[in-house]
């Protein structure tokens, strides 16, 4: 409800704002009601609405500063968190490196390691290679020695050789057709002249079944020399 006091003229609604609030802005200290409708009260309602005007444009030019205050403190803000995502994101990524880059090395290390320890384990030692032997009577001699050594069968080269030759002349296939073995029908047969019941009892393991094989002939006869007369080396004749 609008007052009217004789002598005065109410504010226009226009100007219209808190009296208390344009006192202190224009620094004075007594409450403005009213003012007086003469020139001089004109004038003042002039100077009012300019210094309404004014704290308008004061208040807006504050309000613009802690607007653009509120913004560049959020830009700070935003930039301060997106450098400490990128640095949580940097250090991931370089504790990951770190991490694959400690396990690659792990591995090289073991395989080094491994070749190392390969290196330094002795080689197996080869199987040796099988020993050959002439296709003849010293090859046929030779061979029977070796397993006769093996057996723990005695027995020398110079023994058997000589015995062959009185027996048969150094022909494996050599078979007696006229002493008693023969009459009774079983002739001595091959190199050192023994029959089958002889060779059968004393056939070496390892060796031919076949009595005409040179080394299995020597080696049957040389056992049963050795059981019979302690070794073919004490056999000078017929046995």
Request: proline residues 4%; positive net charge; contains cysteine.
């Amino acid at each position: 409800m609008r007052s009217t006091i004789s002598g005065y003229t109410a504010l226009p609604k226009a100007h219209k704002i808190s009296a208390t609030a344009v006192l202190v802005a224009a620094g004075a200290a007594v409450a403005l009601a009213a003012v007086p409708a003469t020139a001089a009260g004109t004038h003042a309602m002039k100077t009012v609405a300019w210094n309404a005007d004014s704290f308008g444009e004061t208040q807006q030019a504050e309000l613009t500063q802690q607007t653009d205050a509120a913004i560049a403190q959020a830009k700070v803000a935003a930039e301060a968190k997106k450098a400490t995502a990128d640095k949580a994101e940097a250090d991931a990524k370089a504790q990951a490196d770190k991490k694959a880059a400690d396990k690659e090395r792990a591995a090289k290390e073991a395989a080094s390691r491994s070749t190392e320890r390969k290196a330094l384990k002795p080689a197996a030692p080869a199987a040796p290679a099988a020993k050959a032997y002439g296709d003849n009577l010293d090859g046929w001699i030779k061979q029977s020695l070796d397993i006769l050594s093996s057996k723990g069968i005695p027995a020398s080269y110079e023994g058997i050789k000589r015995n062959v030759m009185r027996e048969s002349t150094g022909n494996p296939n050599a078979i007696n057709g006229w002493d008693v073995n023969a009459v009774n029908g079983v002739p001595s047969k091959g190199l050192l002249q023994i029959i089958d019941p002889t060779f059968k009892a004393y056939h070496v393991e390892g060796t031919s079944w076949n009595i005409y094989d040179p080394v299995a002939n020597i080696t049957a006869s040389c056992a049963y020399a050795a059981d019979k007369y302690g070794s073919m080396d004490n056999v000078n004749s017929a046995y």
